[in-house]
């Protein structure tokens, strides 16, 4: 099996190594490799999607139909797809990521999800991490369970867990290259965030995943999130209604694409006529964009 991964073109290896910075027995959201693979790997969306077809045919992946029944093709309403990795391919993908030293890996990856950081992490936290790619998995963190990290090649930052309460890591102040963050939620309930003044450092971030998380308003303006071009909220539990966003959303010129529910859509039809390119697509499931409220 290893060999017949060894076989493939670089990009297309890439792509399947990243597949393990993903949990185990947990569905992939298309939308959210995608996107990733579009960032790290510099693809435009028709040939990440052939990547994806190439590791389907070659079984190394298995694409998930979470809409029955539905018509569209995979371009068309990829949203309805997920993707799953057999354990044992996973375990290869980690495998072959981690034959590097552990500050010089490409992707850091939490392998099964823990309480705390792993303690090796913590060993080598005086020296820089050169990982792209970094993804953890844990329950509840507080401000006190994390320490510093430098991660000055990251582009992305995959935060896991599955707790009523989160604080994000302070780390993220330092990631200047982070260009896609992902933040998903396996608890039972919705996740209170804490430390969402890291937000306004992002000033590079494109992508934004935010799944089964309660969120406060966050502060009047969204300028530090000038370059944002995607975001996708899923399932998120909101403090509040919105009558509307705030003026600063307006300054989003490089945002390309909202998925959001049809209210909120309503709410962007205005951002339409000052953003260009916008496009606000409405999904199945419940996005919602409210906590861009001032």
């Known amino acids: 099996m290893a060999a017949s991964v060894e076989c493939l073109s670089e990009k297309v290896r890439d792509c399947f190594l990243d597949l393990g910075c993903f949990p185990e027995d947990k569905k992939i959201p298309l939308d959210v490799l995608i996107n990733i693979w579009m960032e ?89 991490f050169e990982a792209q790619i970094v993804s953890i998995h844990t329950g509840e963190m507080k401000g006190s369970d994390w320490f510093q990290m430098n991660f000055p090649k990251a582009e992305v930052l995959i935060l896991n867990f599955a707790s009523s309460l989160y604080y994000l890591p302070p780390f993220i102040a330092s990631m200047q290259n982070l260009k896609a963050l992902v933040l998903i939620n396996y608890g039972t309930s919705s996740a209170a965030l804490d430390n969402l003044s890291a937000f306004t450092t992002l000033n590079g971030l494109r992508s934004l995943w935010l799944e089964k998380i309660r969120l406060p ?60 390119d916008l496009r606000v697509q409405v999904a199945e499931e419940c996005y919602n964009l409210d906590w861009l409220a001032d």
């Open 40 to 128: 790290v790997h510099d693809l435009d969306e028709p040939d990440a999607f052939a990547i994806l077809v190439e590791l389907s045919n070659k079984n190394l992946l298995t694409l998930v139909n979470d809409a029955q029944n539905k018509a569209g093709d995979l371009y068309s309403s990829y949203h309805d797809y997920s993707v799953t990795q057999h354990d044992v391919l996973r375990d290869l993908a980690l495998h072959m990521s981690g034959r590097d030293p552990l500050n010089k890996r490409r992707r850091l990856v939490m392998p099964r999800r823990e309480e705390t950081l792993p303690k090796d992490w913590q060993r080598n936290k005086d020296t820089p």
């Open 217 to 276: 308003p966050l502060p009047k303006t969204t300028i530090p999130l000038k370059n944002l071009h995607k975001i996708s909220l899923v399932l998120c539990e909101l403090n509040s209604s919105l009558r509307s966003l705030p003026r600063s959303s307006s300054s989003l010129k490089s945002l390309g694409h909202v998925v959001c529910d049809e209210e909120t859509a309503l709410l962007w039809r205005e951002a339409e006529q000052v953003i260009p």
